[in-house]
């Protein structure tokens, strides 16, 4: 199984300029060599929003916007690269309406679709760090 790490430059609020960033990481890493795509891509926590996006969190279109970037990861997957999984930082809305409303999570986007598969435990609230009032601890 190859695995392989997308080391992009999100910007701060840009979920679908984001979004076209991981997924030509994607090609780039299956580009580099002659071995075949890898199983998997890893990207950065909250590489859909850019890191810290404050409180663009709180923000109901750009959650929206996230969800738009999630399908629009998911059908260049679909069409470029159909057997790699992606593994991508995203914010997930909480279904208990209590504030903070959302987990600071990690989504897996393939070619047929998307779902979270975990959520950030500990979440600093030190020095610059304040992530507890964007996000709850799973």
């Known amino acids: 199984m190859r695995i392989a790490l997308a080391q992009t430059n999100p910007l701060v609020g840009d979920l679908s300029g984001n979004a076209t960033r991981l997924l030509e990481a994607c090609i780039q890493i299956s580009n580099q060599s002659k071995a075949p795509p890898p ?9 859909l929003w850019g ?19 999630l399908v629009q990861l998911q059908h260049g997957l679909k069409q470029i690269l159909p057997q790699t999984v992606l593994l991508v930082g995203m914010a997930e809305p909480a279904q208990d309406h209590q ?3 959302l987990f600071n999570a990690a989504a897996l986007v393939d070619a047929s679709g998307w779902r979270v598969v975990a959520r950030k435990q500990l979440l600093p609230t030190y020095d610059v760090f304040d992530e507890s009032r964007f996000s709850k601890p799973a």
């Open 39 to 47: 199983a998997l891509v890893v990207s950065p926590e909250l590489s």
């Open 51 to 69: 890191y810290p996006p404050r409180d663009l969190l709180l923000s109901p279109d750009h959650l929206q916007q996230q969800n738009e970037a």
């Open 99 to 101: 504030h903070p409303q």
